[in-house]
Nanobody
Framework: QVQLVESGGGLVQPGGSLRLSCEAS????????MAWYCQAPGKQRELVAR???????TYIDSVKGRFTISRDNAEKTIYLQMNYLRPEDTAVYYC???????????????WGQGTQVTVSS
């Protein structure tokens, strides 16, 4: 079994910062791309930032220059540093990983349980 566990969400004022973490655990053979998605009330889940195993990252336009995704392969952990937060960033943030378990021929998509980020004064 593979598990992704997020942490670091909370309530922050506009202009503030948060750092989300997501740790993968279990019978992991290898981890490919990992990413952060968000889902606001009444909206579809959307990709926020993605990072390859080699460390190449991509972002949606609305967070460029404000958010930074990073990963620690040894710790099987990714991070999302969120700066200059805006009310429209309010959402549940989900961690995603393309993970191959021991004994499996293929990688499968794994999701965390989500962590709430609320930006409000």
């Amino acid at each position: 079994q593979v598990q992704l566990v997020e942490s670091g969400g909370g309530l922050v004022q506009p202009g503030g910062s948060l750092r989300l973490s997501c740790e993968a655990s279990g019978t992991i053979d290898s981890i490919g791309d990992m990413a952060w998605y968000c889902q606001a009330p009444g909206k579809q889940r959307e990709l926020v930032a993605r990072i390859t195993a080699g460390g190449t990252s991509t972002y949606i336009d609305s967070v460029k220059g404000r958010f930074t995704i990073s990963r620690d392969n040894a710790e099987k952990t990714i991070y999302l540093q969120m700066n200059y937060l805006r009310p429209e960033d309010t959402a549940v943030y989900y961690c995603y990983g393309d993970i191959r378990s021991w004994g499996s021929a293929m990688s499968t998509a794994q999701w965390g349980q989500g962590t709430q980020v609320t930006v409000s004064s």
